[in-house]
Nanobody
Framework: QVQLVESGGGLVQAGGSLRLSCAAS????????MAWFRQAPGKEREFVAR????????YYSDSVRGRFTISRDNAKNMIYLQMNSLKLEDTAVYYC????????????????????WGQGTQVAVSS
């Protein structure tokens, strides 16, 4: 099993940047595909990005592609989300999630695919 704890959220102006971190515990962290989701008030949880076990390939949602970058450091058991050119609509609680199996994009974007979740970190983008 893997336990996940997010950090790095906060208030930032539109156009600014923020880097989220997710600390994972457990001896088999490198066996997991990792992802970021987000949930805005009154909306469903939304896929943001997913990275493979080695940190080589990644999926992104259309809404963040080109602005956000997911990465991982298996030696430190860490996942990161670098968020640039932030927009008001990026305001949400961001969650780190883990999945033990490879997936096609169709399944990688579904929150029900993931068995492990952090508690979330709030990101607020102001004008």
């Amino acid at each position: 099993q893997v336990q996940l704890v997010e950090s790095g959220g906060g208030l930032v102006q539109a156009g600014g940047s923020l880097r989220l971190s997710c600390a994972a515990s457990g001896p088999t962290f490198s066996n997991y595909f990792m992802a970021w989701f987000r949930q805005a008030p009154g909306k469903e949880r939304e896929f943001v990005a997913r990275i493979d076990r080695a940190g080589i390939s990644a999926y992104y949602s259309d809404s963040v592609r080109g602005r956000f970058t997911i990465s991982r450091d298996n030696a430190k058991n860490m996942i990161y989300l670098q968020m640039n050119s932030l927009k008001l609509e990026d305001t949400a609680v961001y969650y780190c999630a883990g999945d033990s199996r490879p997936r096609t994009y169709e399944y990688a974007v579904k929150s029900s695919t993931y068995g492990y979740w952090g508690q979330g970190t709030q990101v607020a983008v102001s004008s």
